[in-house]
């Protein structure tokens, strides 16, 4: 087959169409931003696989093109899918194309609101170590194999899977091997939208079901009707439980069946990121005891609890959380380590600020303690948005605490953390989307 991908630069769309080059197949594509000389490192690792590239003007669409791949953001006038409808080319939205393809493998899919990214890198690591040469479909680049994309010679595939509450989302229509429902929270759409979406999930699963029992959406999953189901807690008798947990700033210790663990990042949440992975790779037959051996030289992958560095006795941290659980999850897992936490968060988009925005106060009224700070920098991208629904300013403002405070922007909150922060206070940049967070991290680092 001739694959054709417009819009070939988003990293779901090129981590499709490099496995299918892998795979055999042939692979061309397009992308507005090479034409505007953009993402130059995603355009010549497309190039190194042997995929070729044309403009995004239609001119690659050609007759033979077996069919044209596309996303939700891709409009249908573009010139590459006007091409393709001129001459009867097929045309397949990604994740129709990407369930299609995963349905002939052993995958083991990874739902969750929270802590897939986490989950997928630390199940394919170990898998990796234990032989099993899987490919890793990762939302975020893999600090041990350098990518977000990890393509192995097996029939074995570790992916997040998406929920986030529409018919035609991988957790839909991929049919799984190994299901593993993580968490429920709100995030894109109402817990009541997504918990249909899990049980379905977890009932197709052909070989096991996997329930985190912490959660408590989760754990009231029918597993009655699953093939197999296993289950796994911190809080809750388990089939994998931890036991003995302690907890250090930049990782934390546990044992399952005095077994002991020893995970290179902090807080509960990794405790049950862990624990999903252990329950995975103990139900494919490896011992605890080759799977603690194996998770060790994990590394995280990009933006989960990102050390930029250590400064006159300051942590600075960066992390994609950008819901309530996730900011929840952070601050809980460095306020024993912190005389005082500054956060620089900035919210995401004004849609997903506004259904969230409850559980944003919440957050920040539970969770911010009074010794710390919160900057609120104005939403990703709102003077975009047409008449805007919602500021951080509201946010703030229903807080209602003098200790969050709003921003105009990223730097005004870089230059009061700056202004205040002292030895042993810890600095979190919290937020989604925004490639630009990581840099804003390492400004801090360095005026420390």
Not at 167 to 177: F, K, Q, R, T
Not at 313 to 338: C, E, R, S, T
Request: proline letters at 4%; charged letters at 25%.
């Amino acid at each position: 087959m001739h694959y054709f991908f417009t819009g070939i630069a988003g990293s779901a769309m090129n981590a499709l169409a490099l496995y299918l080059k892998a795979k055999g197949h042939a692979v061309s594509g397009s992308d507005r931003s090479f034409d505007r000389n953009e993402n130059v490192d995603t355009k010549q690792r497309l190039e190194k696989a042997g995929i070729t590239l044309y403009p995004h003007d239609g001119s690659g669409v050609t007759k033979d093109v077996d069919t044209l791949v596309y996303t939700r953001v891709v409009e249908s006038d573009t010139a590459d899918r006007m091409a393709a409808e001129r001459q009867n080319i097929p045309q397949v939205l990604h994740r129709y194309l990407l369930a299609e393809h995963l349905a002939k493998t052993d995958n083991i899919c990874i739902a969750g609101v929270s802590g897939k990214t986490t989950t997928v890198s630390l199940t394919g690591y170990v898998l990796e170590q234990l032989k099993e040469d899987p490919t890793i479909f990762c939302g975020s680049k893999m600090r041990n194999f350098h990518s977000y994309l990890k393509i192995g010679h097996s029939d074995l595939v570790v992916i997040e899977t998406d929920e986030s509450g529409k018919d035609d989302d991988i957790i839909s229509l991929v049919p799984p091997a190994y299901a593993l429902s993580h968490n429920i929270a709100r995030d894109h759409h109402s817990i009541d939208e997504i918990i249909p979406y899990f049980q379905r999930f977890s009932d197709k699963a052909s070989k096991a079901s996997f329930f985190n029992l912490d959660c408590p959406y989760i754990s009231k999953l029918n597993r009655t009707t699953c093939k197999k189901a296993v289950t796994y807690a911190i809080h809750h008798s388990a089939d994998i439980q931890a036991k003995n947990v302690q907890y250090f700033f930049d990782h934390v210790e546990f044992s399952v069946k005095n077994v002991p663990f020893s995970i290179p990042l902090p807080g509960e949440h990794n405790v049950s990121n862990a624990l999903g992975m252990i329950a995975i790779c103990h139900e494919m037959g490896y011992s605890l005891d080759s799977i603690s051996k194996a998770v060790k030289g994990f590394q995280n992958p990009k933006m989960r609890f990102d050390i930029i560095g250590h400064k006159n006795d300051i942590w600075v941290v960066n992390d994609f959380a950008h819901n309530g659980d996730k900011i929840a999850a952070i601050l809980k897992a460095v306020a024993p380590f912190a005389k005082h936490t500054y956060i620089l968060f900035q919210p995401h988009g004004v849609a997903p600020t506004e259904m969230m925005q409850n559980e944003y106060v919440e957050t920040f009224s539970k969770y911010v303690r009074p010794q710390d700070t919160l900057y609120l920098s104005e939403i990703y991208w709102r003077d975009k948005v047409t008449n805007p629904s919602i500021s951080s300013k509201d946010l703030a403002e229903r807080t209602a605490k003098g200790n969050v405070i709003f921003t105009k922007n990223l730097q005004q909150g870089v230059d009061g953390i700056c202004r205040a922060v002292k030895p042993g206070d810890v600095v979190l940049v919290l937020g989604a989307r925004d490639p630009t967070l990581p840099d804003v991290a390492k400004e801090i680092l360095n005026r420390l």
